[in-house]
């Protein structure tokens, strides 16, 4: 999109929006923090914060840009095709400034019939599928584009599979907005979540199987007409930006062996095309200070983060492979009243009582890359007042 009506690079309204962004997100607490080891014990309790955690950069441009739209279109409708990020802190503010969510049908579509010509749409983080961006320009919406460039990243790469005949295999969530945008970029594309389907589809490659059977377990994670024969005979690899990065090499790592095995040595850059790095700095970050945080003596871990958050959800999942007690929160009404947390565990939400051990204890803390520091502070202060 190259017209007059697609915005990119924000509008040069940084300094005037610094001042709500900073009272809205930063902490002056999590700022001591981190200057001062990223720990503080109070009340008989040691908080050990992870040394990356929260807003990554491709987050605060994208909620930078909102900001920046609503103060250069003060007077115009302005809409956004999904949460600008996955926290309901920050999407709430948006809707303060009358910034307007597209609707959601009952069967999940989105319903952009309320979006009159030339109004203003804003694109979030994860980016829009080229069916929406399409739709919009039809409209000559407005378009501003938060796409975060290491996701753009990942488009170009599924751009050279296409332009060379390949499938796009995506390590992905079939339903999450980013793979969504990814996957229309595909004509051809398989997204498998995790090693075990990985693992599945390999055997297919290499043992065979029943197509009906693969269709039925891919169907809602496969292009339409795929076919599991040929669209498997040449297959790069993609992800999306915020997966657990071993995983991702683990399944890249597997299809090339699979396909070195299948069409051997010499043939094997017309089946496979290696990735390259794309998981995004920000995740591999979070995911390394989580790696060196679970080695620590710790009694039990908090993630805080969207519940819909992918990065958030690997996190806990570093936790959990070292087997120690973690909550996932979004916040700090998760907690309380009392020794009570509301924390989400495998899809749903629980409610554990006592959570909070007595005597002296070590807490260790992170934070999706969608999360604010000042929602990390209000839960540091919830654990002290539980005390
Ligand atoms: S987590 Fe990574 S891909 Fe997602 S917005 Fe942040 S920097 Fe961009």
């Known amino acids: 999109m190259n017209n007059s009506n697609y915005h990119r690079k924000g509008f040069g309204l940084k300094d005037e929006v610094q001042g709500d962004l900073r009272s809205a997100y930063e ?3 999590i700022a001591g923090l981190r200057s001062n080891g990223n720990t503080l014990t109070k009340n008989g309790i ?4 992870a040394e990356a955690f929260g807003f990554c950069w491709g987050v605060d441009r994208a909620v930078s840009m909102a900001y920046e739209t609503r ?3 003060p007077d115009k409708q302005i809409w956004i095709t999904n949460e600008i990020i996955h926290n309901p802190v920050v999407n709430n503010n948006l809707r303060d400034m009358s910034i307007a969510f597209i609707p959601v049908r009952n069967d999940g579509s989105k319903d952009f019939g309320g979006i009159k010509k ?3 749409v804003i694109l979030p983080a994860f980016g829009a599928s080229v069916q929406e961006m399409q739709l919009l320009e039809a409209k000559e919406c407005e378009i501003v584009d938060t796409t975060c460039p290491w996701v753009s990243r990942v488009w170009n790469r599924v751009a050279k599979y296409e332009q060379s005949d390949f499938t796009a295999i995506i390590h992905g969530k079939y339903n ?5 945008a990814t996957s229309s970029r595909s004509r051809h594309y398989l ?4 090693l075990a389907e990985a693992e599945w589809v390999c055997n297919f490659i290499l043992q065979g199987g029943v197509a009906a059977q693969f269709l039925e377990k891919f169907n809602q994670a496969c292009s339409e007409g795929f076919d599991p024969i040929s669209n498997l005979e040449r297959v790069g690899i993609a992800n999306q930006t915020t997966m657990l990065k071993g995983e991702t090499e683990l399944i890249g790592k597997l299809f090339e062996k699979t396909m070195l095995r299948k069409y051997g040595p010499d043939s094997i850059d017309e089946h496979f095309l290696s990735p390259g790095d794309t998981i995004c700095d920000a995740t591999q970050e979070r995911q390394d200070a989580m790696l060196k945080l679970v080695d620590d003596p710790l009694n039990l871990i908090l993630v805080i983060g969207g519940f819909n958050s992918s990065n958030t959800g690997h996190l806990q999942e570093i936790a959990k492979v070292k087997g120690l007690k973690s909550y996932h929160i979004d ?3 998760c907690l309380g009243p009392g020794n009570v947390i509301r924390h989400m565990e495998e899809g749903g939400m629980h409610e554990t009582r006592e959570w909070l051990p007595s005597g002296n204890i070590t807490i260790g ?4 890359a969608s999360t604010p520091d000042q929602v990390v502070a209000e839960v540091l202060e919830k654990i002290f007042s539980i005390r």
């Open 27 to 29: 902490s002056d607490l």
């Open 46 to 49: 040691t908080i050990k914060l």
């Open 191 to 194: 997204i498998v979540q995790n």
């Open 331 to 333: 916040g700090p009404d």
């Open 118 to 120: 030339g109004e203003v």
């Open 71 to 73: 103060k250069h279109f």
């Open 365 to 368: 803390i992170t934070a999706g």
């Open 176 to 180: 999450h907005e980013e793979t969504v």
